[in-house]
Structure formats: C-alpha cells, structure tokens
C-alpha cells in the first residue's frame, strides 16, 4: 500500500469530473482496464468521464472539505433532502452525482419506478425568506450547487417538490401521500386553486371546498364534529366572506356527516387529494408577472403554468385574462435589460402568423423548463395514442382479412 498512490488516484477520479476533454484525447480516454490493483479507480473514473462526456464537466472547483474528504478515501456524502412538510431523507452524493440521480432516488423511496415519473419533479435549494429559491436543472452538479452557495455563506436547505402535473397519480404509498398532501394543502389553504367567477364561487368549486374542510378536519385527528371557529381555519381566508359563518359550518358539518367521519386518516389524505384534483387550477405552478405585453392582460398578473397550457390570471379572482395552448408557443428566450430587468419572450403562433408576447418576470428559467417539459410529454403521450391506433387498426385488419 502506497500512500501517495492511493491519494493520486483519488484525485484522477475528481479530475475525471471537472476537466473536459478535448476533442482529440475522448476516442482514447476509454482503455480497457484488466484486474489489477488500479481496476477499481479505472471503472470510477470512467465513469465520470462518460458523464463528463454527456453534460459537461463540473462547474466550480471542490471544496477543501470535498478534496479531504477524498482524499482520506470518502467518496460519498450524506446530503439531506427535504420534500415537503419538512420530511428528510439521506441520500449519499458522489464527485460526479447530478441532480436527475436524486430525483430518481428519493422516487423509489416513494414508490415511483418509471422514469415518466421522475421527469414530474424537480430539486431546489431554499435560500432563506429574504431571496427566490434556486431551481437545479436536472443535469446540474449536486456539490457544483452546494459548493457555490458554501463559498457564498449563503445557509441553505434542499428539497424536492412536483412540478409537473400530466401522469395519473399513484397513492400507494404512504410516504408519496404525505407528500403529495404537503404541497397540495397550503395552494388549496392559500386559494391559490381558486378560480372566481364574476367574483363569485361556482357551485362545484364551494362543494369542493366544503368537503376538503371536513376530511382536513378528519386528517387532524377529530372524531367529532367541527364547530364555527374551526371551521373558519379550515377554509381559505380569501372566500370565508362569501357565505355567512353559519351557513358554512352546516355545509361542512353535512358533508362531514355523510361519512367523513368515520374514515381512516390515511385515506383522508387519499381522499383529499382526488377531491382536490375538482378545483379549476389544480396541478399549476404559479408565478409573479410584472408586465405582460398581451393586450388583454391589465397590470401584474400571475402566471399559471399546467397541462392544459399557459394561463395569466387576474391576481385578486384568478380569473383568466388570456391562455396560449402548448401549441400555440414556438420557442421561449430569456433577456435581462441594461438596467437589470428580466424578461421572457413567448412566440406564439405557426411558420405563418408569428407574434411575441413580452412578459416581465424573474422566473423567466423555470417557466421555460416547464413549458418545454409539458411540450414534450405532450408529443409522447400523442406518440403513444397513435401508436395504439395503430395497432388496433392492424389487427382489426387482419381481423377482417382472416373472415
């Protein structure tokens, strides 16, 4: 055993990460490695260099902490991840770990095995109340990200969260529940999935509410009856006003009555997030607009971005003032002007009629990423239906050939 061996093939393996290779050496940086004493270190950095071929190398150099730690022989790191309602999970981050290894990883933990199912979230890092939270691309360097924000001193925690609403939900799992629940209740609390209509509560949307504030009462832990004052905690505070008190706590009690009661609580959450799929912008990720050039948008607005397509709603009734279907948007560009104001361009239209619609926001990266991953899923699932159809054209075909 040589000290100063084993620590240079340490190191070979983190540079295998960070140092591109040139066009000349890639065709010769894959020899073939027979048992030996260096097999092990030859597969880990070939490894690397296959990645490093594929996305690019890492972005910002280690850390002391990462090069001491290979360099006394620790490859991995334990990284906690948080998904949400502040649930942690472990998972062991490498030099070469990318975003899209977490992803998967905390996936299986809830219970999701195919790789559409992956594609449906996305990490971030919470950077604090006083700045936005940082989206990870899902070919992003795990340590690229958390050495950066260390060498900033920014303190920080990293979670994951679904972002993408398009594939059948799987409540199988009990973990894949809890989380889908923690993120959907504070948007049905906020009334962030609300859509008024005339300033007014549609009576499917008022049924909806109703019952998600009786199985919420149940997922607490009651077993009886809620009263006036807590009811009123279970309803977004925005519609509360229009109904009186009273006339709230009997729809709610009602439904409550009906058999709510007596569910389990794990199939209340069940139960809440299918009730909660009813409400008009269940599904949506929502951001800020400062400014939208659209004529028929006025003012700020919010934008919601799920799988029927783009929506600018109004900020107060989440009415929608303009919505452009996935096939309506050719290509997104981000700008950022002289004096640092951040744009994002949507050109919308066919080869024939193009026009761009100009929208100010700082959310200008995600909102591109998610309207080229609803895209794309979108020419899958036609991909697929067509193929189907194919198919039971051919065998009604033959069907009819064999009689």
């Known amino acids: 055993y040589n000290l100063e061996n084993e620590i240079w093939k340490r190191l070979l393996s983190l540079q295998g990460t960070i140092i591109e290779w040139t066009y000349f050496l890639s065709p010769r940086s894959f020899p073939s490695h027979p048992t030996s004493v260096f097999s092990a270190i030859a597969a880990v950095c070939e490894t690397n260099l296959r990645l490093v071929f ?24 334990r990284q906690m991840f948080y998904l949400p309602g502040d649930v942690a999970k472990m998972v062991k981050i490498k030099t070469c770990t990318i975003a899209q290894d977490v992803i998967k990883d905390l996936c299986l933990q809830m219970g999701l095995t195919s790789d559409m199912d992956h594609e449906e979230y996305a990490l971030f890092a919470d950077l604090g109340k006083q700045a936005m939270p940082l989206s ?3 070919t992003e360097y795990i340590l690229d990200i958390t050495t950066m924000l260390e060498r900033q001193k920014i303190e920080y925690w990293l979670g994951i969260k679904k972002v993408i609403w398009f594939r059948p939900l799987r409540l199988e799992s009990a973990l894949y529940v809890n989380m889908l629940y923690n993120q959907v209740r504070p948007d049905v609390i906020r009334a962030h999935l609300v859509m008024l209509v005339e300033g007014n509560l549609e009576w499917q949307t008022h049924h909806t509410l109703v019952l998600l ?23 977004p505070p925005s519609v509360v006003h229009m109904a009186s008190p009273d006339d709230w706590v009997a729809a709610v009690v009602q439904e409550w009555r009906k058999g709510v009661e007596h569910t389990e609580q794990a199939g209340a959450k069940r139960r809440y ?7 008009p912008l269940y599904g949506s990720c929502f951001f800020p607009v400062k400014y939208c050039s659209d004529p028929h948008v006025q003012g700020e607005c919010i934008m919601a971005i799920n799988k029927t397509g783009v929506h600018f709603l109004s900020q107060k009734t989440r009415e929608p003032f303009v919505t452009y279907s996935f096939q309506d948007i050719v290509s997104s560009r981000k700008l950022r002007s002289n004096t640092g104001q951040q744009f994002l361009d949507l050109k919308c239209g066919n080869l024939m009629v193009m026009r761009v619609t100009r929208c100010e926001t700082a959310y200008g990266r ?11 899923m979108q020419l899958e699932e036609g991909r697929r239906r067509e193929s189907k159809i194919g198919v039971f054209r051919a065998d009604a075909a033959l069907a009819a050939g064999t009689y």
């Open 366 to 376: 995600e909102i591109a990423t998610l309207i080229t991953q609803y895209t794309k």
């Open 54 to 77: 594929r996305l690019g190398g890492r972005k910002d150099p280690p850390s002391k902490l990462e090069l001491k730690a290979l360099a006394g022989g620790r490859h991995t790191k």
């Open 273 to 279: 997030l299918t009730e909660a799929m009813k409400l």
């Open 136 to 138: 990870i691309q899902p």
């Open 213 to 235: 504030a009786a199985l919420q009462h149940r997922i607490a832990g009651n077993n009886t009856a809620p009263f006036k004052v807590q009811v009123a905690k279970l309803l």
